[in-house]
T-cell receptor, first 108, second 117 residues
Framework: AQRVTQPEKLLSVFKGAPVELKCNYS??????LFWYVQYSRQRLQLLLR??SRESIKGFTADLNKGETSFHLKKPFAQEEDSAMYYC??????????FGQGTELSVKP | DADVTQTPRNRITKTGKRIMLECSQT?????MYWYRQDPGLGLQLIYY???????NKGEISDGYSVSRQAQAKFSLSLESAIPNQTALYFC????????????????FGEGSRLTVL
């Protein structure tokens, strides 16, 4: 079965601290993984995708097939990073399966 | 700007009533989706459509039906609403393509908040 698990509902850090949002997945094929973000009063939008190996707004995520993980990391959190983050997996059928979401709160 | 528009944005209804949520897009995308968002459960896929003649059930299709009236329009219906269908509903679109062409990027509407009393 295809599944995406985000174990933390809420993650609270202070400004300047490192942040890691956890994502684990189960999928029998070759997964395509993504992170989506929803800022307050904004639409859900794509943050980054593993296939691009990009860094967006200082965030990076590495696909670890051995641990079936795709954790999102940022070395120094900023207050404007406060948002809801969703990890998502795309299967061969082209649809996206989302995790439960993690709310990141960055305190001043 | 090309957009994904959902109507209504907010709706309160009673148990047993029929409700339709509408989605229209000007992005020219072939693929359209309906998700519901519940606290602690994230986004769950209800139905999706890869073109006008293609309709597929998602993870939680029971109690819902959809209609793809045109490439640009995808409606979600609750034939007889019940309180546990109270949620925030999102429509999304994406470009067609598979494998390397499937970027996986969905473009979301602003959401329709439905309350069933």
């Amino acid at each position: 079965a295809q599944r995406v698990t985000q174990p933390e509902k809420l993650l609270s850090v202070f400004k300047g601290a490192p942040v890691e949002l956890k994502c684990n997945y189960s999928y029998s094929g070759s997964p395509e993984l993504f992170w989506y973000v929803q800022y307050s009063r904004q639409r859900l939008q794509l943050l980054l995708r593993h296939i691009s190996r990009e860094s967006i707004k200082g965030f990076t995520a590495d696909l670890n097939k051995g641990e079936t993980s795709f954790h999102l990391k940022k070395p120094f959190a900023q207050e404007e990073d406060s948002a809801m983050y969703y990890c998502a997996l795309s299967n061969q059928g082209g649809k996206l399966i989302f995790g439960q979401g993690t709310e990141l709160s960055v305190k001043p | 700007d090309a957009d994904v528009t959902q109507t209504p944005r907010n709706r309160i209804t009673k148990t047993g009533k029929r409700i339709m949520l509408e989605c229209s897009q000007t992005k020219g995308h072939d693929r359209m989706y309906w998700y519901r968002q519940d606290p602690g459960l994230g986004l769950q896929l209800i139905y999706y459509s890869f073109d006008v003649k293609d309709i597929n059930k998602g993870e939680i299709s029971d109690g819902y039906s959809v209609s793809r009236q045109a490439q640009a329009k995808f409606s979600l219906s609750l034939e007889s609403a019940i309180p546990n269908q109270t949620a925030l509903y999102f429509c999304a679109t994406s470009e067609s393509g598979t494998g390397a062409l499937n970027t996986g990027e969905l473009f979301f509407g602003e959401g329709s908040r439905l309350t069933v009393l």
